[in-house]
T-cell receptor
Framework: NAGVTQTPKFQVLKTGQSMTLQCAQD?????MSWYRQDPGMGLRLIHY???????DQGEVPNGYNVSRSTTEDFPLRLLSAAPSQTSVYFC?????????????FGEGSWLTVV | LAKTTQPISMDSYEGQEVNITCSHN???????ITWYQQFPSQGPRFIIQ???TKVTNEVASLFIPADRKSSTLSLPRVSLSDTAVYYC?????????FGGGTRLMVKP
């Protein structure tokens, strides 16, 4: 089972460049989300989606855009990268039909902005 | 936003029982209480979840008092491999937040 797949795993960007972090899940989960984790810190929610065509802001949405055109994919776009966006990014998904909160995470994408 | 509060760090020794408590401000009546474990360079993974009283699985136990304002994750007889960061999940509607977590260091 692939689960939640993120690409790329590592990326170096120059300040001002844009890029998209890809996330795909094959579990037919309606709920998907993006988190960032700075060194030694906890995870902070960037954006989330409860289904195709629906996205919402999380705790730290500034500088990031998302879209949800299909159930499977939830890309995260950095519009103009800044050094403060150097972080590890985790994509996650959850079965909305699940009454609890069992979240499945991707392996992470390490982003460095220089 | 439903915010959770837990200790920043804890130390233990191999073979001891470890209890990590989380306070759940403004938890909704229908929300489950969920704990995650994270190793370095990995995404968090689900440990245990409960709604009330006590839940036990092969990894841990979860104690939830009647008022559900807090929860305690109990790890029996920890080993070095239990060194990790432990998070109690905060929920407000569809927003699922992790906070800073508790960094558990197990010593030999």
């Amino acid at each position: 089972n692939a689960g939640v797949t993120q690409t790329p795993k590592f990326q170096v960007l120059k300040t001002g460049q844009s890029m998209t972090l890809q996330c795909a899940q094959d579990m037919n989960h309606e709920y998907m989300s993006w988190y960032r984790q700075d060194p030694g810190m906890g995870l902070r929610l960037i954006h989330y989606s409860v289904g195709a065509g629906i996205t919402d802001q999380g705790e730290v949405p500034n500088g990031y855009n998302v879209s949800r055109s299909t159930t499977e994919d939830f890309p995260l776009r950095l519009l103009s990268a800044a050094p403060s966006q150097t972080s590890v990014y985790f994509c996650a998904s959850k079965n909305s039909g699940d009454s609890g909160n069992t979240i499945y995470f991707g392996e992470g994408s390490w982003l460095t902005v220089v | 936003l439903a915010k959770t509060t837990q200790p920043i760090s804890m130390d233990s020794y191999e073979g001891q029982e470890v209890n990590i408590t989380c306070s759940h401000n403004n938890i909704a009546t229908n929300d489950y209480i969920t704990w995650y474990q994270q190793f370095p360079s990995q995404g968090p993974r689900f440990i245990i979840q409960g709604y009330k009283t006590k839940v036990t699985n092969e990894v841990a136990s979860l104690f939830i008092p009647a008022d559900r304002k807090s929860s305690t994750l109990s790890l029996p007889r920890v080993s070095l491999s239990d060194t990790a960061v432990y998070y109690c999940l905060g929920t407000e509607g569809n927003m699922l937040t992790f906070g800073g977590g508790t960094r558990l260091m197990v010593k030999p």
